[in-house]
């Protein structure tokens, strides 16, 4: 899990670790952008673009999803980064409600 919140400290941080650049922002920039085929896929993340997966979320949000329900969500406009692991799919926008609700407390 700590692994997975590091990816999307990295990719918030637009591939950047502390002071260095790991991964070129070029491609970090293009990894966010919609692709030709899929308005709602980047480059390996899935975009929230006009909160059509998830209603809840922030239209900035992009989300890692991976088997079993884990995800990374990152909400760039909050400065959140979060990691949920085997959650059911029905509850995720929920989720991403309360949370959004809390950050903006």
Known sequence: TRDHARVGLL???GG???DRQVLPAGW???SLKPSPTNEGYGLLWWL???TRAYPSA???SFF???AGGNRIWVAPSL???TVVRWMDTSKVDAFCG???AAAKA
């Open 11 to 13: 990719v918030a941080r």
């Open 16 to 18: 950047r670790w502390g």
């Open 28 to 30: 970090m920039a293009e």
């Open 48 to 50: 929230n673009r006009g």
């Open 58 to 60: 922030s239209e900035d």
């Open 64 to 66: 890692g999803l991976g």
């Open 79 to 81: 400065d959140l980064v």
């Open 98 to 100: 309360k949370l959004m």
